[in-house]
T-cell receptor, first 109, second 110 residues
Framework: KNEVEQSPQNLTAQEGEFITINCSYSVGISALHWLQQHPGGGIVSLFMLSSGKKKHGRLIATINIQEKHSSLHITASHPRDSAVYICAVGYFDTDKLIFGTGTRLQVFP | EADIYQTPRYLVIGTGKKITLECSQTMGHDKMYWYQQDPGMELHLIHYSYGVNSTEKGDLSSESTVSRIRTEHFPLTLESARPSHTSQYLC?????????FGPGTRLLVL
């Protein structure tokens, strides 16, 4: 069982819809990362957060440390947002990251 | 934008061949990582380095080896490729906690 669980595994949306992707983890962490992987394979780091909320453009990431849960929201989704969104967690005693299996998002025009 | 490069981007090779996947970064990051990712699956750490002459094996056992002779360069070598090595290999570097990923190398071993 993966220590990092994402839901849903697959998500389709119409352009303009509000998107939420969830991530749950099992033990205390030092930080949580949201990454975006495009079909070509390249990965871009979107957010790193250890508490509260961060916003960048149409993307918002939140984390609830007590509930061991994070969400990634996309407002006014667009076809170019289509990608795999990956949640990864880091721990205090190591630089290694543990990755979720990702959520595949497809946004249709 | 991060400057981390991987070559080749795609490689199709026969069983038994020796291959080296290249990874270079121009940001002066001390920490570098190699991940293996099968289609639809999560990334698994196979090697990492905290600086020149420092290399460690990751959580996923791998028959590959790495070297770190220069800060900017972290190549991965497979002495004898097998079909089970078919996968995507992603390199990353980090100054502190945020990791910057290269574009990946898709390897197919026939």
């Amino acid at each position: 069982k993966n220590e990092v669980e994402q839901s849903p595994q697959n998500l389709t949306a119409q352009e303009g819809e509000f998107i939420t992707i969830n991530c749950s983890y099992s033990v205390g962490i030092s930080a949580l990362h949201w990454l975006q992987q495009h079909p070509g394979g390249g990965i871009v780091s979107l957010f790193m957060l250890s508490s509260g909320k961060k916003k960048h453009g149409r993307l918002i990431a939140t984390i609830n440390i007590q509930e061991k849960h994070s969400s990634l929201h996309i407002t006014a989704s667009h076809p170019r947002d289509s990608a795999v969104y990956i949640c990864a967690v880091g721990y205090f005693d190591t630089d290694k990251l543990i990755f979720g299996t990702g959520t595949r998002l497809q946004v249709f025009p | 934008e991060a400057d981390i490069y991987q070559t080749p981007r795609y490689l199709v090779i026969g069983t038994g061949k020796k291959i080296t996947l290249e990874c270079s970064q121009t940001m002066g990051h001390d920490k570098m990582y190699w991940y293996q990712q099968d289609p639809g699956m999560e990334l698994h750490l196979i090697h990492y380095s905290y600086g020149v002459n420092s290399t460690e094996k990751g959580d996923l056992s791998s028959e590959s080896t790495v070297s770190r002779i220069r800060t900017e360069h972290f190549p991965l070598t497979l002495e004898s490729a097998r079909p089970s090595h078919t996968s995507q290999y992603l390199c990353a570097s980090s100054p502190l906690e945020t990791q910057y990923f290269g574009p990946g190398t898709r390897l197919l071993v026939l």
